[in-house]
């Protein structure tokens, strides 16, 4: 098994190219090894060069909304009056502590997906 740390951008596109040849290898064996190891190097080298943004918690909500086929009205009861809710989701007020609690337990809304880009709105 010959395996380098990557390093470079041709050493990510290299690893990618060869994990490619190697998906679906099965785990016991000397190429699922290999799979596994370049994964990790590729998520490692992912995490630093080509970092993900957090998602936006507006669009994140919005998104939610459209998945359980809520209006505006069902987010009353987690963000308060109808006013509210829209000056929450047109961005003129930032959602609070509380609001971000109840969107998580209500709407089972990712905590990191709620307070992740917020300093993008503050």
Known sequence: ???HPIKTEQD????????DNLWGASEDTEAGEKLDILLILIENYESIH?????PDPIEAIKFRMEQLNL???????V???RGRVS???SRKRNLSLNMIKG????????LESLIGGM???V
């Open 119 to 121: 300093e993008q709105h």
């Open 12 to 19: 990510y596109e290299n690893a990618l190219s060869v994990v």
């Open 103 to 110: 969107l998580h337990s209500k709407l089972h809304i990712p």
């Open 50 to 54: 080509h970092p993900i943004d957090p």
């Open 79 to 81: 963000i308060g009056s």
């Open 71 to 77: 209006s505006r009205k069902d987010l009353e009861s």
């Open 1 to 3: 098994m010959n395996i």
């Open 87 to 89: 000056e929450i989701l």
